[in-house]
Structure formats: C-alpha cells, structure tokens
C-alpha cells in the first residue's frame, strides 16, 4: 500500500518542491521594448540585486540564446515567433525548476507576446515594458544598428521598418528616459519582491 512505501518514491518531486528549496516563487519577469530601451542592461542589473538578496534568477537574452539554441533564427516576422516560441517553453522548464528567469526580448507584437503568456502560463508571465522613444534609443544606438537600418543595411529593423506594438496592460511600465538606471532597477525590484518571496 501506498503508506508503506519509502516516502523518497510516494510521489514525484513537485515544482512547490523545488521552490520550498530555493525559497522563492518561481516567475517569467518578461522584459519587452525596443532594441536600446533598456532591456539587457536593466536584466543584468536586476539580476545581481536578486541575487544579492537571496534569491536566484536566471538572464535569458540575445547572448544565451540567439547565439546558442536559436542560432538558425533570422529576423524574419516567422522566425522572430519561432524565437520567442522557444525562449517561452525555456523560461517554462526553468520555471518549472522554481526559478526566476529574466527573459529580455524585443518581442516585438502583441500576438508574440500572448504565445509566451500561453506557453508560460497567465500566472507566471509577468509583463514588463521597457519604455523609451525611439528617437532616445536611436540615439543611444548602443550597437550601431539604427544608423545602418537608416542607411538600409539592415532590412526589417524593429521601430524602423519593422512593427513595434506596445503593451496595452504591462504589469509594470519603465519609462528609461527619465529615470536612471538605480531607479529603474529599485523600482522593479520593489513590484516584484511580493511576487517572488515565499
Ligand atoms: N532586424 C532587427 N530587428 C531588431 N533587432 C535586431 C535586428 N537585427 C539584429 N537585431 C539585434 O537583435 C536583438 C533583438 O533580438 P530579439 O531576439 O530580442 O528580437 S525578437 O524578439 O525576436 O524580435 C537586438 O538587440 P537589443 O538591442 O538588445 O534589443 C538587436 O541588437
Ligand atoms: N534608466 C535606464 N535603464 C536602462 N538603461 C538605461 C537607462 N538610462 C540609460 N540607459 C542606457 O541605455 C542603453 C540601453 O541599452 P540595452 O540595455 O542594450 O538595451 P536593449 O537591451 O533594450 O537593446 C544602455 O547604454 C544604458 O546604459
């Protein structure tokens, strides 16, 4: 009978299991903006404070995954979904592990951003706008890829002559024009401790 068995092998090992473990919620904070808004440096950033403080995220971005697992990926309306499709069901088994990954992605449309809710999972996807014109990204141009879309070098460019829509309910809004970096972070931290605590 059941009662009797070793209590190593009365049931699989839970998602509530591994959370009790890490003392966390495990989340999808899912960051979404322009390319320059914000996003990557915002996630590192959140990244090193949570991990300060006890708990334990994991990064998803352009660096660990459209080098790695999505490396066949274009940006292409189609491949874009495809990388956003696979980069959920990640953020999903690492949710499952009880972890807080910190997906940051330009994700660019609606419909996108719903298939990672639907992957994910309503109550776990935590919305994120990272906010800021696109002439203030433009002008930061952290990588140089505004002034080659403007100069046609780079075809299908998001916010350029490619679609950007934003959220229309984020969870939480961050207007990166006008707070600093600090601020930006402490406020995120802020509206996702409750969240995450245990
Ligand atoms: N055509 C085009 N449009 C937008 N962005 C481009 C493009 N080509 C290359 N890049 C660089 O790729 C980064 C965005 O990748 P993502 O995986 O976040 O894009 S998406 O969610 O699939 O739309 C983006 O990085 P971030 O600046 O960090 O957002 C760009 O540096
Ligand atoms: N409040 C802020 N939050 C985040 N980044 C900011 C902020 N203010 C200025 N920046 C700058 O904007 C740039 C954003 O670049 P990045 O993080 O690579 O954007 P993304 O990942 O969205 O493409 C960085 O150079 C960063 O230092």
Same mark, same amino acid.
């Given at each position: 009978?059941?009662?009797?068995?070793?209590?190593?092998?009365?049931?699989?090992?839970?998602?509530?299991?591994?959370?009790?473990?890490?003392?966390?919620?495990?989340?999808?904070?899912?960051?979404?903006?322009?390319?320059?808004?914000?996003?990557?440096?915002?996630?590192?950033?959140?990244?090193?404070?949570?991990?300060?403080?006890?708990?334990?995220?994991?990064?998803?971005?352009?660096?660990?995954?459209? #080098? *790695? %697992?999505?490396?066949?990926? !274009? =940006?292409?309306?189609?491949? +874009?979904?495809?990388?956003?499709?696979?980069? $959920?069901?990640?953020?999903?088994?690492?949710?499952? #592990? *009880? %972890?807080?990954?910190?997906? !940051? =992605?330009?994700?660019?449309? +609606?419909?996108?951003?719903?298939?990672?809710? $639907?992957?994910?999972?309503?109550?776990?996807?935590?919305?994120?706008?990272?906010?800021?014109?696109?002439?203030?990204?433009?002008? +930061?141009?952290?990588?140089?890829?505004?002034?080659?879309?403007?100069?046609?070098?780079?075809?299908?460019?998001?916010?350029?002559?490619?679609?950007?829509?934003?959220?229309?309910?984020?969870?939480?809004?961050?207007?990166?024009?006008?707070?600093?970096?600090?601020?930006?972070?402490?406020?995120?931290?802020?509206?996702?401790?409750?969240?995450?605590?245990?």
């Amino acid at each position: 009978m059941a009662e009797h068995i070793h209590p190593i092998f009365d049931r699989l090992l839970q998602r509530e299991d591994r959370e009790r473990r890490l003392k966390q919620k495990g989340k999808a904070l899912w960051l979404t903006g322009l390319s320059g808004s914000g996003k990557s440096t915002i996630a590192q950033h959140l990244e090193r404070r949570l991990y300060n403080e006890g708990f334990f995220p994991q990064v998803l971005d352009g660096d660990n995954i459209r #080098s *790695g %697992i999505n490396s066949n990926l !274009s =940006f292409s309306d189609a491949d +874009r979904k495809e990388n956003i499709r696979r980069i $959920a069901e990640v953020a999903r088994l690492y949710l499952h #592990s *009880g %972890i807080i990954t910190i997906n !940051s =992605f330009i994700s660019p449309t +609606r419909e996108i951003r719903d298939m990672a809710r $639907a992957v994910i999972g309503a109550e776990d996807f935590i919305e994120i706008y990272v906010n800021a014109p696109i002439e203030v990204c433009e002008e +930061r141009d952290v990588k140089g890829l505004y002034q080659k879309a403007r100069a046609g070098e780079i075809k299908g460019f998001t916010g350029i002559d490619a679609p950007y829509e934003a959220p229309l309910s984020p969870a939480f809004e961050i207007r990166t024009d006008q707070l600093s970096l600090d601020e930006a972070v402490g406020q995120l931290y802020a509206f996702i401790h409750p969240i995450i605590k245990y």
